[in-house]
Structures are given as structure tokens and as C-alpha cells.
């Protein structure tokens, strides 16, 4: 690994977002402008807003940087410039973590000002620090990353690379507790709800918006962390440097 | 026996069930290579298996001494594909400042400025990349494959659909660069580009027809432009040494 190029990746791809004036706007918008509805549609009934509001900063975050990354690295193999790349004096872990590294950042932005607005001005109620709110928010938006990354190697175009959206997040949010409790679905399904990152990150924030222990959340975190290594290894995996 | 900078032993790719290349021994030497031949010959699997892209099914390529794609080789072969592979988001200059750091260029403005040069691109070094036009962009594509000198240069198609004057320049450009010390392989499907070659390679059906200069080829073949020897060899079957 070298930290030159995985800096070198993570500033172009910072350098090409300064550029896309819409897909910034979508990435530090969206989800405040999603939040802020849910807020004006629960705003007979503050108990509700508080209770999802900590899920939905879980999900939106892990959404936009899903999708936004697996369209951006699926443009890097269909483009050309990622066979360059790997003809280059580049590892392809340098690839990936240079992509982590980026949307990180951005993910930081994002959160800070999604968390910032939902506590702040939308008197949203979180019994525990905010600030670990804004690092699951962080590391949610991260694994979107790394899963997106991860997805891009099994589409051949930018239409493909949409599909997997309603195929592998909209799974996720139907059974992260968010509708129903994940205590309370059906066995098969909560051992499946067991299995999927997403839900992880839910019950962190979940918990921190109703207790002030941070022990179960730094558990959680950790599944969610390592859902991310996976991702980002077998992403990895899937870059090749020589292909048919 | 000429230095050879590049050397295939029994190369055979297979693509999709169908070779591509069989048992192919080329030898490459320094100067200005070109390989000719039309669309579909193998010309292109051929440069990828140089590069060290190209999955392989048997035999040996070696570069520079070195096997093809190895760990040392990915800072001595600049590969320019048919595709401008350049980021159309960026400025020609961030897209060169950012393949520098990569190769770990040491002074890398310095670099950018003498690549730019090369492929006289100076003015357009702020402007947006999808901005410009085909024969720009692949010419910032070109740029990118020349930082870092590297000692072999190759060109999948580089004169595709450019302007005579442009592709004139670029032929100059590639003999000021093999003068230099850099070998530079050009792959063509247009004949009339073959006498800027100091040695020619025709490539048809995955097989080597003739490897000689120019001139010898066309001797050998009693033709007197490189598309009649071409139809010759083809036709007469017989390949010459």
C-alpha cells in the first residue's frame, strides 16, 4: 500500500465532485431535505420524528454514498482510466482505500450537516452524545462505500450499477427495525435482519437516541467496521489486472 | 541481432473460445515499430499482452527484460488505448497532476509542462478535458502515457480519425521520441501510414505476415506501396522472414 497514491486517488476524486455542482448538492441536500420532511410530516407527533429520525440518519447516508460510489468506480472501469490505472505503479487496495478516503470525507460534511440540522433547529430528541451520532452516521456512509465499490465489479453499465439500489439497500431498510422492531419479525427474517450491515447501524443510532451507554453502540460500530474491511477486500478481489 | 526491447515466445490469448493469437515469437526492437493490419486481426490483444492487460493463455512476453505487467514495468511502458482513457471532469493539467503523483513523477509541474509541450497541448492545459475535441483528448491521453519517460511507448490507434496536420505531428513526435532512447509501438489499420515506420509488423487473422522495414517488405513483395505487398503476402501465402 502506498499512502502517495491513495491520497493522489482521494484528491481527483474530491477534484471531480468540486466539479459536479448537482451531485455535491445531492450529497449534502438530500438527506437534510428528507429529514426536514419527515419532520413537517410528523409535526403533530414529536414522539415519531424522534424515534425513526436517529434510523434516518443511518439510512440516508448509507444510500446516497451507495450509489454515488458504485456509479463513479463503474465510470472508472467502463472509461478506461481504471485499466491505466492498474497498468500503473498502483495497488489495488491504494484504489479502493484512495475512493474510502474521498467519500469519507465527504461523508463527514454530509453527516455533520444532516446531524447538526436534525438536533439543532428540528429539536430532534438524542439521549446520548452527538457526536458518536455524527461517527455512525460516518462509518454508515463509509460502508455505502465499500458496498458500492464492491457492486460496480458485477455491472457492465451505469443503468446496472442503479438496479442494484432496490436489490440489495431497499432489502435493508425493510428489515433494519425501522418498521418493524427487529425483535419482533418473523424468525427467518430477523436471522436475515441478523445478517445485513445496515441493521447495525440502525440499532446504534436507535440506541443513542434513547439511552446515554455507549457500550452497545461501539458493538455495533464494530460489526458495521468490519462489513466495511470485507467489502473493501473483496472489492479488491474483483480488480484485475490483466482481463480477457 | 538488433537489441530487442520486446519478445514474444509462443504467445497464444484466447478470447471467448476463440484464439486470437497462436504460438505467436515477435521480436520488437527500438526506434518507431508499426503494427498494421485490419480491424479484428489481434492487434489490439496483441499490445494488451505487452502491456501486461491481457489475460494469456500460453507462451511468454517479455519487456525490457522484464516479464510483461510485472511490478517494475509499470513505471518503464506507457499504454495509450483507443479510448481517450482521461478523466473528462478534470483539467488536462489536473488529469496530468494526478497520474504523476501516481507514477511518483518527482517535479511534477515541470513534467506536466514538458508533456504538454510534446503533444502541443500548452494553451488547452486549464480547459476541462470533455470540453475538448476528440483529437485533443486523445492527445491529453497521449500526454498522460509520456510523463515518467517511459523506455517503451504503446499506441493502440493513436491517428484514428485525426487531421492530416495533427497526424503528421504525431508521426514527428514519435521519431523525436524513439531518437531519444523511448521505443515506441504504434498499432494502425491505415496502410498509407506504414512508410512512417522505421520497421513494419503485418498482422492478419492473428498470424505475422512480414517483419522488415518498410522498404524490404515492399522488395520482397515486388509492390510498390505496402497495401499491394500486403494483398500479396495474403495472397500468396507465403510470409516473409
New interface residues.
Given amino acids: 500500500m502506498s499512502p502517495?497514491?491513495v491520497?493522489?486517488?482521494a484528491?481527483?476524486v474530491l477534484?471531480?465532485l468540486r466539479?459536479?455542482r448537482r451531485t455535491l448538492a445531492m450529497l449534502f441536500l438530500l438527506p437534510t431535505l428528507l429529514i426536514t420532511l419527515l419532520w413537517w410530516m410528523y409535526s403533530n407527533d414529536g414522539a415519531v420524528f424522534d424515534r425513526v429520525g436517529p434510523a434516518l440518519l443511518a439510512i440516508f447516508p448509507f444510500t446516497i454514498m451507495f450509489l454515488v460510489t458504485s456509479v463513479t468506480t463503474l465510470r472508472e472501469r467502463s472509461?478506461?482510466?481504471l485499466?491505466?490505472?492498474?497498468?500503473?505503479?498502483?495497488g489495488k487496495l491504494d484504489f479502493l482505500l484512495g475512493y474510502a478516503v474521498a467519500f469519507a470525507i465527504v461523508a463527514v460534511a454530509q453527516s455533520v450537516l444532516a446531524v447538526g440540522i436534525s438536533v439543532g433547529l428540528l429539536d430532534l430528541e438524542v439521549a446520548g452524545p452527538v457526536w458518536l451520532l455524527t461517527v455512525v452516521a460516518v462509518v454508515d456512509a463509509v460502508l455505502g462505500t465499500a458496498l458500492g465499490l464492491l457492486v460496480s465489479a458485477f455491472a457492465r453499465t451505469e443503468f446496472q450499477a442503479v438496479q442494484f439500489m432496490p436489490a440489495l439497500v431497499i432489502p435493508q431498510i425493510l428489515l433494519c427495525g425501522l418498521f418493524v422492531s427487529r425483535d419482533a419479525l418473523p424468525e427467518v427474517l430477523g436471522a436475515l435482519s441478523d445478517a445485513l450491515p445496515l441493521s447495525y447501524a440502525v440499532d446504534a443510532m436507535t440506541h443513542l437516541g434513547v439511552a446515554t451507554t455507549t457500550a452497545e453502540v461501539w458493538a455495533d460500530l464494530a460489526v458495521v467496521g468490519g462489513f466495511v474491511l470485507a467489502g473493501l477486500a473483496l472489492g479488491a478481489a474483483t480488480l484485475r489486472?490483466?482481463?480477457? | 541481432m538488433m537489441k530487442s526491447i520486446v519478445e514474444t515466445r509462443g504467445l497464444t490469448v484466447v478470447r471467448g473460445h476463440h484464439p486470437v493469437l497462436t504460438d505467436l515469437d515477435v521480436s520488437i526492437g527500438p526506434g518507431v515499430t508499426g503494427l498494421l493490419g485490419p480491424s479484428g486481426c489481434g492487434k489490439s490483444t496483441l499490445l494488451r499482452s505487452i502491456v501486461g492487460v491481457q489475460r494469456i493463455e500460453g507462451g511468454s512476453v517479455t519487456v525490457l527484460a522484464e516479464p510483461a505487467g510485472s511490478a517494475p514495468l509499470r513505471r518503464r511502458v506507457g499504454y495509450v488505448t483507443q479510448a481517450a482513457s482521461v478523466y473528462d471532469d478534470l483539467t488536462v493539467a489536473e488529469n496530468l497532476r494526478f497520474f504523476a503523483r501516481v507514477l511518483g513523477v518527482p517535479d511534477i509541474a515541470t513534467e506536466a509542462a514538458r508533456v504538454l509541450e510534446a503533444v502541443d497541448l500548452g494553451r488547452q492545459r486549464d480547459a476541462v478535458v470533455g470540453e475538448l475535441s476528440g483529437g485533443q483528448r486523445s492527445r491529453v491521453s497521449l500526454a498522460v502515457a509520456l510523463l515518467g519517460t517511459p523506455g517503451l511507448l504503446v499506441l493502440d490507434e493513436p491517428t484514428v480519425g485525426l487531421d492530416p496536420v495533427l497526424r503528421r505531428d504525431l508521426w514527428a513526435l514519435f521519431h523525436r521520441l524513439a531518437d531519444d532512447g523511448t521505443a515506441v509501438l504504434v498499432s494502425s489499420h491505415v496502410m498509407d501510414e506504414a512508410e512512417r515506420c522505421d520497421r513494419l509488423l503485418l498482422m492478419r487473422e492473428g498470424q505475422i505476415l512480414a517483419d522488415d522495414t518498410p522498404a524490404a517488405i515492399k522488395a520482397g513483395a515486388g509492390a510498390d506501396d505496402i497495401e499491394t505487398a500486403f494483398l500479396m503476402l495474403v495472397e500468396g501465402d507465403g510470409a516473409v522472414a
Fill in positions: 502517495r497514491v491520497a493522489a486517488i484528491r481527483r477534484t471531480q466539479r459536479d472509461s478506461g482510466t485499466e491505466r490505472l492498474l497498468a500503473m505503479p498502483m489486472r490483466r482481463t480477457a
